[in-house]
């Protein structure tokens, strides 16, 4: 087992997430010379050297009925830092997604735990498929914050309790909760992020009404950021069309 710095052994709580777009291949024109090779064959290529705005309308238009597989042809790598339980929601998105997260069983892993800081609705009002989350009191806050908090400091030092005195990282990992900080690359191409949108964010423009957990909707918003400045009419056509995924 590796040393690590003392410092990074204490607890830190934190309720945000973060997203960083690491690599890309994606823009409009992906869009259209995929499109245009149905037609018009090997002239299509020319479309990787023109200005997609004056085709905006033909994006427009496989948005709208739904012609899908042109907006595959474009990739996405994001590095992302959430709790854990966020990335298993994730992985229900499988189409189109490729992931790669940090393993603890080959690395000690770091004390970074989630508490939801005050913008975060705690209270569920209304039975199973009808129901919608309120502002929980100031109480409330506080006993989240501090049971939680205490929760992780303890599950930590059993973690390394068992570490030191030589149990295998992968045995010891077992006491650590699911808000525990985790990171990984997500790729994905347009429409399977559009597809992920369409089911973790909420909307006004979305024809089709999604409830997703705030955490991974976090997640979502920042992504799909990003996605916008890459493939802004297709964004565009996205919005539209109701968020529904071609």
Known sequence: MTDTPADDLKPSFRGDVTVELVKHTASDADVLFAARVSTIGEQSLDEMGKDPERSKGLINYLMRDRHGSPFEHNSMTFFISAPIFVFREFMRHRVGWSYNEESGRYR?????????????????????????????????QELVGRVM?????????????????????????????????SSMYATCNARSLMHFLGLRTQHELAKVPSFPQREIEMVGEKMETEWAKLMPLTYAAFNANGRVAP
């Open 149 to 181: 908090e205490d929760s992780y400091r303890e599950a930590y030092e059993s973690y390394q309790e068992m570490l030191a005195a030589g149990v295998a990282r992968e045995v010891a990992r077992a006491v650590l909760p699911v808000g525990l900080f």
């Open 108 to 140: 000690e892993l770091h004390p970074v735990f989630y508490v939801p800081d005050e913008s975060r609705k705690l209270v569920q009002e209304g039975r199973p498929g009808k129901y919608v989350f309120v502002e929980g009191t100031q109480a409330q």
